[in-house]
């Protein structure tokens, strides 16, 4: 029985109908990233209402990325290709969507800062996980970069931010993912530097002894 997130669960049986039908990982990551940009453009203009599609379009956008990967698992469809193409679009739509949050709160009491605290957070993400990619790739994708616990993955937070979004409190949210962003940043590249000497120190042992 495969296991996996409380949300991977809840994906399997909405994509199992696609199994067979032409429909691929691919097709719904590519709606992954379109709903992800959309969810980001409708936060730009800082407006409530807008806002309010951005939260929903953000949830859709989350799920999808769980379902595409079940997807991926139930049909025998997974590909290295597809786990790429996966990757670079959660390493766009992620970063953009905080962005996009900054630049949709430049009106607030944090004023221009906003806008900055959401570059500081976009950048953040997108070295985080670029980082985790390097450092799953080095351990030839046997260990995540971040486990999660209790039935749920650190990536699940993701379909907090809809919520949040609704219920105006996306200003407490800049400021904490700026915060919290940069230092998982921070510590996944610590990680990875640390993987690559031992790594490097492996290497050089084995050749000695060779």
């Not at 786990?83 to 949709?104: E, Q, T």
């Not at 799953?136 to 993701?158: H, M, P, W």
């Amino acid at each position: 029985m495969m296991g996996g997130s409380w949300t991977h669960r809840l994906a399997r049986p909405l994509v199992r109908p696609l199994v067979g039908t032409g429909v691929t990982p691919n097709h719904i990551t590519t709606l992954r990233l379109i709903t992800g940009l959309m969810a980001a453009a409708a936060l730009l203009p800082g407006d409530s209402e807008w806002t309010w599609w951005g939260g929903w379009l953000w949830l859709l956008s989350a799920f999808l990325d769980r379902a595409d990967g079940e997807l991926a698992r139930i049909g025998n469809m997974a590909t290295p290709e597809g786990r790429a193409w996966d990757c670079l679009v959660d390493n766009i739509v992620n970063p953009v969507f905080f962005v996009a949050i900054g630049v949709g709160l430049r009106n607030s009491s944090l004023g221009d800062w906003a806008i900055v605290l959401g570059l500081i957070a976009g950048v953040s993400l997108f070295l985080c996980g670029h980082w985790s990619e390097v450092l799953e790739q080095r351990q030839n994708l046997t260990v995540k970069a971040y486990s999660g616990a209790f039935g749920f993955d650190i990536d699940d937070l993701l379909y907090l931010f809809a919520p949040l979004a609704w219920l105006n409190w996306l200003l407490p949210i800049l400021v904490g993912a700026a915060i919290g962003a940069t230092l998982m940043a921070l510590l996944t590249g610590w990680r990875l530097r640390r993987l690559i000497a031992v790594q490097a120190l492996q290497t050089g042992e084995a050749g000695d002894a060779a």
